[in-house]
């Protein structure tokens, strides 16, 4: 019979039990913490549940389970808070438990973080595994009435059970979204009061309604043709209801003009150095704003090293010379579980009024842009009948939290479900930038390839990789290595030396997340050492980031980074020689022409046929491409720019 599942409280003969309450509270810090500050410092998952051990369970497994609280030590002193929870043992020594941290910026653990993982307890040991690469293994055995644990055999913390559970967490929980603008009336947050007020630290996320038209809004009273100013300032956060440690925002510096209700970025690539991509947004007035008028965009901060995109929104008073500060809020993202937050800031810019480089150009661009959008549907006009079995299992086993948005596209047109965030539907959701690690990256080649096998036929997925660069792997691995099996991630080579396990796909990632980074331009494209094994290539799938990863980086060996990237521009070689990227080719051949009123900026040269290797190893030049080189895009192979919708 199962057990029941509780929620909130119990007591058996062994133990006493309650949940532990959390959600949204702003405390800011970057002091170590005291075992008797944690109180309020570690988040927890929304669905913990503790399940008492049943009487199979052997007493000294029995005795871990239950909430533990303390602090892990810097130099003997308590630094970074800890709450361990076990939620569930069981008589075969299996523990379910999460594993929760606050903030200490000694050791750069900069945002507060739980994860959940599956240990066991042996000879009176509880051991287990972060679920993240290269995951560190932690410890916990008794020392009297305390738990003593260890972090990779080092480190030390003590943790003492939690007599009641109601005092610790980040303050009283928030349920739902924030509250929405009033259905009547003017607005009641962010008004020009506030965005004309000093910066302070004390606002937070609010409803996304309010960074669009409240009330009875009215075009705008005045027109946007100058350059907005953006210094670097103080970016708050937040997770899981817990206090995060305060990040710098770059600044930036970009010209803007208005055309329509349309707030318009001369410059929409990722902006040097602050990774930051800007969008068009909308111009309003409202009449409780004193006569300026209103403006929004959304914004995306990216990472140079992964494709991190968290979205953002920001607003602002303007007139024909002035501005008000501008609010800023970070509200989504695709990223890792590890860098998930709310963000907020409120920032004192400048305006500048005057001409715009290019801008007649960069108007006409824009109108072609809103003359031809991509064809965007909601989810309710499916052509397909309601009720369909597979559409209501459509996104799959995804929990609603991580689920940012899905679709279909049918007959070329997207059918779009949802633009969820954590403070309502993004209002900008067509502007979204859904960069992901690896997926991006594979998203990236795939897309480009695509391309290629349209123009010159389906036989590009059957070259072989060897046939279009270097190599020089002590092994015969590459021999049968396709473009195919690139995509697939199924080129059965890696370097889980000295041996592979085929049971764990992501072993050769694990591996390279702790080597160091290298980045620059290379000075030849090439496979040197591609990988330290081999087995059957097509039938291993082998996760690893490299595969799809940039040419840029450059360590000794390179070990088969940038698989698809050093092999397309390989492919698509133009003279002269302009590092013609894979991100030339999908901005050249697939983005530019679907806005373009004119003919694609490339043109092929050598037929219609993709080019064979010659004997001799050497490759025709071929595919000019005409087209300036894209403005804002980072080095080589810098794809962390996301896709749009």
Known sequence: MNRPMWQYGFTTRRHRWMIIAFALGVVLGTQAAAAGECQRETPLPADVRLIPPGPEVSEAVARFAGAWLGAWLDNEHEALCHTLVVEEVLASSYARVIYSVGTYAGWNARLPNFWRATGWIIQGQLRFQLPVPGGPELAYRFAGETLSGTFKGEGRVTLTRVADLSQVGCGPQAVGLPPAPPAAGGRDRLTAAELLASPEASIGPVHNAYYMPVGQAEPARHAVRGTLTVPTSTLFRGRQGCAGLAELLTGFEVAFFTQGEHLVPADRGILPPSGIILSPGRVWSEPGDGGFSRASFPLVLTDPHVNEAHHGLTTFLYDDTQVSALRVQVVQETAPHWNKYDGWAQISIAYTPGSIPNEDGIRSQFAAELQHPTPIQPWSALPVSSGAPWLERFDGDTAPADLKASGLIIDGVIYLRGCETRTAPYPYCQQMRHGVYSVTKS???????????????????????????????????????????????????????????????????????????????????????????????????????????????????????????????????????????????????????????????A????????????????????????????????????????GRL
């Open 443 to 601: 998203l990236g080649a795939a897309v480009a390839l695509l391309r290629l096998a349209q123009k010159y036929g389906d036989e590009v997925f059957d070259l072989k990789i060897k046939d279009y660069v270097t190599v020089t792997a002590p092994h015969d691995g590459w021999e049968r290595v396709t473009f195919k099996d690139a995509l697939n991630m199924a080129t059965g080579v890696g370097e889980s030396w000295p041996q592979r396990d085929l049971t764990r796909p992501h072993g050769d990632e694990d591996r390279f997340c702790r080597k160091v980074r290298f980045w620059g331009k290379i000075p030849k494209l090439g496979v040197r050492n591609s990988m330290a094994y081999r087995c059957q290539h097509s039938r291993k799938s082998n996760f690893a980031t490299e595969p799809f990863d940039a040419p840029g980086r450059d360590p000794p060996r390179l070990r088969g980074g940038g698989i698809m990237q050093a092999v397309l521009p390989e492919f698509v070689n133009s003279p002269p020689h302009l590092h013609a990227l894979l991100l030339q080719v999908l901005e050249t051949q697939v983005a530019t022409p679907r806005v373009s009123t004119g003919p694609a900026t």
């Open 603 to 642: 043109r092929s040269r050598g037929g219609g046929r993709p080019p064979r290797p010659p004997a001799g190893g050497r490759r025709p030049r071929w595919l000019a491409a005409r087209g300036r080189r894209p403005r804002g895009r980072g080095g080589p192979g810098s794809d962390s720019r996301g």
